[in-house]
T-cell receptor, first 112, second 115 residues
């Protein structure tokens, strides 16, 4: 299996632009997690899905952030409009059941 | 509330020396415990896990960890570190039930290796 695939690996955008991060989980996994990692705040869970249904989105910072999982093999995290404080590394992880999580390589987002 | 504490933000050890990274958790039920490693610019990789049974668990790259219920600890050890072990290490506990879990993460410990 190719593992969790995230795209793009790097994204540089200007403040106010829309940003879409993509994730393909491991085939057969039923849970998907979006995390954000920064030096100041460490690793934060933004949202997670179980069987394509959002279970807990309490970590989503504000309404500018949204996440979807239209099917078992694809998820997106969208930021609109983006702000410089959104600059971080965003990780997607997938799991069968949620305990052992497998991480993608991350998307490094820079908002100028 | 559930929580995971990694009291050391940084640890510096000499190459070839032994290593112990501390992790304490707070969780009411029987915990599922994990250690992950993150090399610079990479995602997190599972090192080892404890679900039940033998309290000393072996992982990849020569790491082991011991679950001590009485101390609510799950410390990570390695008898002799290599320069390639320089990375950040995260301890986590799974909360939830019925195949619907999420992980509560520690803040991480950055391991620095002296030549």
């Amino acid at each position: 299996d190719a593992g969790v695939i995230q795209s793009p690996r790097h994204e540089v955008t200007e403040m106010g632009q829309e940003v879409t991060l993509r994730c393909k989980p491991i085939s057969g996994h039923n849970s998907l997690f979006w995390y954000r990692q920064t030096m100041m705040r460490g690793l934060e869970l933004l949202i997670y899905f179980n069987n394509n249904v959002p279970i807990d989105d309490s970590g989503m910072p504000e309404d500018r952030f949204s996440a979807k999982m239209p099917n078992a093999s694809f998820s997106t995290l969208k930021i609109q409009p983006s702000e410089p404080r959104d600059s971080a590394v965003y990780f997607c992880a997938s799991s069968l059941g949620g305990n052992i999580q497998y991480f993608g390589a991350g998307t490094r987002l820079s908002v100028l | 509330a559930q929580s995971v504490t990694q009291p050391d933000i940084h640890i510096t050890v000499s190459e070839g020396a032994s290593l112990e990274l501390r992790c304490n958790y707070s969780y009411g039920a029987t915990p599922y415990l994990f250690w992950y490693v993150q090399s610079p610019g990479q995602g997190l990789q599972l090192l080892l896990k404890y679900f039940s049974g033998d309290t000393l668990v072996q992982g990849i790259k020569g790491f082991e960890a011991e679950f001590k219920r009485s101390q609510s600890s799950f410390n990570l050890r390695k008898p002799s570190v290599h320069w390639s072990d320089a990375a950040e290490y995260f301890c986590a506990v799974a909360i939830g039930s019925n195949s619907n879990y999420q992980l509560i993460w520690g803040a991480g410990t950055k391991l620095i290796i002296k030549p």
